[in-house]
């Protein structure tokens, strides 16, 4: 009989959560042949989710839960699930119930029986959420498409259910900046698609707001191209070449603007600043890297996990 591991990082979901344990057991329980974990994993959370976590798993043998010592991202909490996830299928899915739980069952048949390593949900839309949002993730996914050369378009986020031996490549990168679209994509292995229409989260918030989206796109883009590098001799090199042939224009002509070269002087400081903020993200990285700190650090597990 096959076992599915769901893995749900929780940060702050105190108001989802039996409802996505009530939706969720529902659907697991009406696939044929399988048994099946809900693997919680507590962000550092600061209301009563690990409360409820803790009830959820003395109640029923089929609720596990890690729990970290403070918020170490939703990165972290995915990493941590796969770690201590034990089933033959793995699927990673959010609290708020916009991963629909009824996929389930199309993504159990793809990997099962029709040849898959993983069957991953892709959103059509982005119906609910804010303009700009909308408009910045976008054009994000689409520069990532050309900088990265990997399949990273919009709409493919982390539900997906894969084969053991997906998710045991995938814990193979130990790297510390985790970039999970990023590895997903690295490891390769044949995904299914299944298109679904984007759900408003049930109650609760959103964790992201506009400063961690941004962080997260740059982890995103210096965790998985060195193209910004390229891009940096680039311009470097145009620069050095309009100014040799400005400098000899100017030496035939004799032109002087004080006002001009103060402009010119500001633009290619900031510039070299900008450069040099770009290269110190590739030494960040490799800084953060070198250190080889934990992922996470877990302060509570339930009982069959320790
Ligand atoms: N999450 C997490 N750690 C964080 C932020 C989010 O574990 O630091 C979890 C969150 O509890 C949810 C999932 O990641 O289960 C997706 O988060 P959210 O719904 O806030 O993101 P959105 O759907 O708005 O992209
Ligand atoms: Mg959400």
Redesign the pocket.
């Known amino acids: 009989m096959n076992k599915i591991s769901v893995v749900?990082?929780?940060?702050?979901?105190e108001e989802v959560l039996s409802m996505f344990y009530k939706k969720t057991s529902e659907v697991l329980n009406e696939i044929e042949d399988i048994t099946y974990e809900l693997l919680f994993?507590d962000?550092g959370s600061k209301d009563h989710t690990k409360d409820i976590l803790r009830a959820l798993s003395l109640k029923d043998d089929h609720c596990e839960f890690i729990s970290f010592s403070r918020?170490f991202?939703?990165e972290a909490?995915m990493f941590a699930g796969l770690k201590k996830s034990s089933g033959d299928y793995v699927v990673i899915m959010?609290?708020?119930l916009?991963h629909p739980p009824i996929l389930l069952k199309e993504m159990y048949k793809a990997v099962s029986q029709e040849g898959y390593d993983c069957c991953a949900g892709k959103r059509v839309d982005r119906t609910g959420e804010g303009k700009m949002r909308n408009f910045l993730s976008h054009t994000f996914y689409k520069v990532m498409q050309k900088m990265c050369k990997m399949d990273m378009s919009d709409g493919c986020g982390d539900f997906r259910m894969m084969s053991r031996q997906m998710v045991d490549a995938i814990l193979e990168l130990k790297e510390y900046n985790r970039y999970m679209k990023g590895l997903f994509s690295f490891v390769g292995f044949d995904t299914k698609w299944i298109e679904f229409h984007n759900v408003q989260?049930v109650a609760g918030e959103?964790?992201?707001n506009f400063s961690k989206l941004f962080a997260y796109a740059l982890e995103g883009m210096f965790s998985f191209s060195t193209a910004p590098i390229v891009w940096i001799g680039n311009i470097g090199t145009a620069i050095m070449i309009s100014s040799i042939i400005m400098a000899i224009f100017g030496l035939l002509v004799h032109v002087t603007s004080m006002f001009h070269l103060v402009c010119l002087i500001l633009f290619l400081s900031g510039l070299q600043m900008l450069f040099v903020a770009i290269l110190g993200q590739y030494t960040t990285k490799d800084y953060m890297e070198s250190k080889q700190r934990p992922i996470y650090i877990v302060k509570e597990t339930s009982r069959n996990l320790s």
């Open positions: 749900v990082p929780c940060f702050n979901e994993v962000d918020n991202g939703k909490a959010d609290a708020d916009q989260r959103s964790k992201w």
